[in-house]
Every structure is written in structure tokens, then in C-alpha cells.
């Protein structure tokens, strides 16, 4: 199976975590996040971006906002 490299934003302590894993704890993160891409969508026919769009929804509804991501964007 061909791989590729994508960019995913996570929050700090989540970064801290996979930073601090070995290197077989990793290669099982990345096989995780891999497994749960492709069952979002694939098994519910929903496209990349409806899962995206779903993911924001979801972020937007626990409080963040458009101006807390551009605040955030910002401090990098």
C-alpha cells in the first residue's frame, strides 16, 4: 500500500503525547488514525470533506470559534 504524508492540527497535550511515544508507539498511532480515516470515509460514504466539515461542527459546538482558530493561527 503507497503512503503520504498529510498535516493534522491536534491540540498541544496530544502532540506532547505522540512526540513522547517510541517509535513503535507512533507507527500504531499513525495506523489508528489511518483506520479511523478510512472507516469516516469509506463505510459511511461520506467524502473527506463532509468528515472535515462534520469534525468543525462538532469543535464549533464545544466553543471553538472562528476567531479562537484565526487567535491560534496567529501565536504559531
Do not use: C, W, Y
Request: no cysteine.
Amino acid at each position: 500500500m503507497a503512503t503520504a504524508t498529510i498535516t493534522v492540527q491536534v491540540d498541544a497535550e496530544a502532540a506532547k503525547a505522540f512526540a513522547k511515544a517510541s517509535p513503535e508507539e507512533q507507527r500504531k498511532i499513525q495506523l489508528l488514525l489511518n483506520l479511523r480515516l478510512q472507516d469516516l470515509t469509506a463505510s459511511h460514504g461520506k467524502s473527506l470533506k463532509a468528515v472535515m466539515d462534520e469534525i468543525g461542527a462538532r469543535a464549533e459546538a464545544r466553543g471553538l470559534t472562528p476567531a479562537i482558530i484565526e487567535s491560534l493561527l496567529r501565536d504559531e
